[in-house]
């Protein structure tokens, strides 16, 4: 399957509804953490300092990670930077036989 890197860049409105705010968020953490154990969202880091992460999702095709992201819970409040990946002729795995 394909795999994608994901930056996104989170700007949730200062003055949005705490009750409001609080709930999205734990709404984006329960989804995320269904795709993380269902194997479409294998990585996700934090960029320090920033309210963003890097991503790395493993899904069927464009239509699938398309309907993840507009799926998150705070989407209308990111930026998202999609980048396709493909192996790298340098990598270990590979020329040691294995798969990456």
Do not use: C
Not at 16 to 42: C, F, H, V
Not at 44 to 59: A, C, E, H, K, L
């Amino acid at each position: 399957m394909p795999l994608y890197a994901v930056r996104m860049d989170v700007a949730i409105p200062d003055d949005i509804d705490p009750e409001l705010r609080a709930e999205t968020i734990a709404r984006e953490k329960a989804y995320s953490q269904e795709l993380q154990r269902g194997g479409e969202w294998p990585y996700i880091w934090r960029i320090v300092g920033q309210y963003s992460n890097i991503s790395v999702f493993d899904v069927a095709d464009n239509e699938r990670l398309h309907e993840i992201l507009w799926g998150l819970p705070l989407f209308q409040w990111m930026t998202v930077e999609v980048t396709p990946l493909a192996t790298h002729p340098s990598d270990v795995a590979l020329a040691d036989g294995g798969e990456s």
